[in-house]
């Protein structure tokens, strides 16, 4: 069984930063591409950020520039560091993986930004 626990959600003031994680944990032969999505209330799920297992990124327009992610292959963890938030950036987040040559989808952890 694979997991993907993401952590490091919150409310936060517009302007201010939140760090979050995924951790990838069980069967783990291999992991291949990670990412962020997210998913504002009546609205569809998006990409923010995508990491390959070599550290190439992707980014959202709307991440562009305040967006950072990363990943830390030792610890099957990637990390999205977010900056200058907005109220529209308010949203569960969720963390995807292909690990294994499988799908998997973390439970999402909430991030609400004040105005």
């Known amino acids: 069984q694979v997991q993907l626990v993401e952590s490091g959600g919150g409310l936060v003031q517009a302007g201010g930063s939140l760090r979050l994680s995924c951790a990838a944990s069980g069967s783990i032969f291999s992991i291949s591409v990670m990412g962020w999505y997210r998913q504002a209330p009546g609205r569809q799920r998006e990409l923010v950020a995508a990491?390959?297992?070599?550290?190439?990124?992707n980014y959202a327009d709307s991440a562009k520039d305040r967006f950072t992610i990363s990943r830390d292959n030792a610890k099957n963890t990637v990390y999205l560091q977010m900056n200058s938030l907005k109220p529209e950036d308010t949203a569960v987040y969720y963390c995807?993986?292909?690990?294994?040559?499988?799908?998997?989808w973390g439970k999402g952890t909430l991030v609400t930004v004040s105005s």
């Open positions: 995807r993986g292909t690990i294994s040559n499988r799908l998997y």
């Open positions: 990491i390959t297992s070599g550290g190439s990124t």
